[in-house]
């Protein structure tokens, strides 16, 4: 595995995967670092939907607005976040770039769906089985990347100042 350093700095959004399999054990241990994530009160209200049938990711990928590419991922993971929790949105978000950044560590590709709010997230809820007292967050699909897209970031002096904008 890498350093979390050169994770971050090499991870790519990828939206193309090879039809290869992801061991369980990865997947699982990419989930428990979601569930380390920092949570407002230490509240983790996290709930992870891990979708690997080919039907219900066919689907996803026809509901979530830009997430056309989902059912060629090996899987596609929902995180939900219960409605009552202080810090819902911010938790979720959290848990959401841990999985990225620990799945790159194992050679996985990821794409963030934002899914919060959005005109797709009542569908997917109800396609889950999401209850009432919990929130999609984001969808995130997780593979073996079929791609190395390049990737343009803006200077790092467009957009830090110090004590003050």
């Not at 997780?142 to 003050?164: A, I």
């Amino acid at each position: 595995m890498m350093n979390t350093i050169d994770v971050i700095k090499t991870r790519r959004s990828i939206r193309r995967y090879k039809n290869q399999e992801v061991p369980k054990e990865i997947i699982m241990d990419t989930l428990d670092c979601a569930r380390l994530a920092p949570s407002g009160h230490n509240d983790q209200p996290w709930h992870f939907v891990v979708v690997t049938d080919k039907g219900i990711k066919e689907r996803l990928s026809q509901i979530a607005k830009y997430g056309r590419f989902l059912k060629d991922a090996y899987a596609a993971i929902a995180v939900f976040c219960r409605k009552d929790a202080p810090c819902m949105f911010e938790d979720g978000c959290a848990a959401t770039e841990n999985i990225i950044i620990s799945a790159w560590s194992y050679g996985l590709g990821t794409c963030w769906i934002s899914s919060y709010k959005k005109e797709h997230s009542e569908e997917v809820k109800k396609l889950l089985n999401c209850p009432q007292s919990h929130e999609l967050i984001s969808l995130i699909s997780l593979g073996y990347p079929d791609e190395t897209p390049v990737r343009k970031k803006k200077e790092l002096s467009e957009m830090v100042s110090f004590n003050g904008f």
